[in-house]
Structure formats: C-alpha cells, structure tokens
C-alpha cells in the first residue's frame, strides 16, 4: 500500500507561482514513475506531468510544457509540481498518483487507469 499527501495549494494570482508537494509513505517511491493530475469543477480529471526519466518530458500535457516541471526528493519520498505563469485555466484540485509497480509502458503514463494510489488533493485556484 502506498499512501500520498498532498500539499501546498491555495490562493495565487495569475502570473504567480506555487509548488506543490506529494508525499508518500508504505513504500519507497524513488524507482516509480508518478504521475500529477488536476480536476476543475465539472471536468474530467487530467493528467498534468509526469514525474520520472528525462524522456518523459515529451508527456507533459501541452497547456502546461514551458511553465511546469516535477521533480522527486528521494530522501523525503516526495515528489513534486513547480508551476510558474499560472493562469486561471489552471484553477483545479491537483493530485499525485503511483501505480502498483515502479515500470509501465511509457505511453500509458497519462491514463489514470495506469494509477492504482491517489492522494486526496489539494486546490489552486488563479484569479485573474
């Protein structure tokens, strides 16, 4: 079992920047690709970025490439979402996800189904 915290949302204006951290407990993480996803109210949860080897960069969704970046403590076991040039279409509940195991295919990292963990979220909200 792993289990994951979310924090560091809240209140930014657009053009700001917040990070957010997940932290994971029940497991090492440091070998698992993770991945960030967001919800705004009545959509459909999205996948934001992935966090693992440099070649995933390229699955970064493309409303968010050039101004977000993850990153992984692997002594805290966290990992985290640098996001800078926020702008109110960003407005979401964000969450972390882990799968059951470290690999998969790295063209399943932006299905949710790929994700067997969830944090609880956290929000940010832009105002304009």
């Known amino acids: 079992q792993v289990q994951l915290v979310e924090s560091g949302g809240g209140l930014v204006q657009a053009g700001g920047s917040l990070t957010l951290s997940c932290a994971a407990s029940g497991r090492t993480i440091s070998s698992y690709v993770m991945g960030w996803f967001r919800q705004a109210p009545g959509k459909e949860r999205e996948f934001v970025a992935p966090?693992?080897?440099?070649?995933?960069?390229?699955y970064y969704a493309g409303s968010v490439k050039g101004r977000f970046t993850t990153a992984r403590d692997n002594a805290k076991n966290t990992v985290y979402l640098q996001m800078n040039s926020l702008k109110p279409e960003d407005t979401a509940v964000y969450y972390c996800?882990?799968?059951?195991?470290?690999?998969?295919?790295?063209?399943?990292?932006?299905?949710?189904?790929?994700?067997?963990?969830w944090g609880q979220g956290t929000q940010v909200t832009v105002s304009s």
């Open positions: 996800a882990a799968p059951e195991r470290p690999g998969f295919e790295a063209n399943r990292v932006r299905d949710t189904e790929t994700y067997k963990y």
């Open positions: 966090v693992g080897w440099s070649g995933l960069q390229t």
